[in-house]
C-alpha cells in the first residue's frame, strides 16, 4: 500500500499550484483522504480532508477559500488545488489515507486513524 504525492514546486505569491496523490497497490474507495502539511520545528497539521464518496470535505480555516480538495475514483487519485498562494503555505505537504467503513471524515485536528502515508511533496511560495 503505497500514496505517492505530486505536484509540488516554486511558486509565486498569488500563485497556483495542483497537488495530486496517487494510491498504488490498493483503491481508495474505502479511505476518507486528508492532506497535511509540516514546516520544520512545527507539528503537523491538517489541511483539508474528504470523505470516501467526496461529499464530506474539511478545511483548516487558514486555507478555507483558497485551497480545494476532490478526488478522482477511477483514478485512485486526490487532487489539492492550492490558490492564491501566501509565504506561509510554505511546507512539505503529504497526503494519507484512513479507512472507514462509512462515509465519515474526522475533525481537521484529528489525525490518529490516518495510517497510509505518502512521502511528501515541497511547496514554496516565494519572490
Known amino acids: 500500500l503505497q500514496l505517492v504525492e505530486s505536484g509540488g514546486g516554486l511558486v509565486q505569491p498569488g500563485g497556483s499550484l495542483r497537488l495530486s496523490c496517487a494510491a498504488s497497490?490498493?483503491?481508495?474507495?474505502?479511505?476518507?483522504v486528508g492532506w497535511f502539511r509540516q514546516v520544520p520545528g512545527k507539528e503537523r497539521e491538517g489541511v483539508s480532508f474528504?470523505?470516501?464518496?467526496?461529499?464530506?470535505?474539511r478545511y483548516a480555516e487558514s486555507v478555507k477559500g483558497r485551497f480545494t480538495i476532490s478526488r478522482d475514483s477511477a483514478k485512485a487519485t486526490v487532487y489539492l488545488q492550492l490558490d492564491s498562494l501566501k509565504p506561509e503555505d510554505t511546507a512539505v505537504y503529504y497526503c494519507?489515507?484512513?479507512?472507514?467503513?462509512?462515509?465519515?471524515?474526522?475533525?481537521?485536528?484529528?489525525?490518529?486513524?490516518?495510517?497510509?502515508w505518502g512521502q511528501g511533496t515541497q511547496v514554496t511560495v516565494s519572490s
Open positions: 474528504i470523505s470516501r464518496s467526496g461529499y464530506s470535505i
Open positions: 494519507a489515507a484512513a479507512k472507514y467503513f462509512s462515509d465519515y471524515v474526522p475533525p481537521i485536528g484529528e489525525l490518529t486513524d490516518f495510517e497510509t
Open positions: 497497490g490498493f483503491t481508495l474507495d474505502y479511505y476518507a
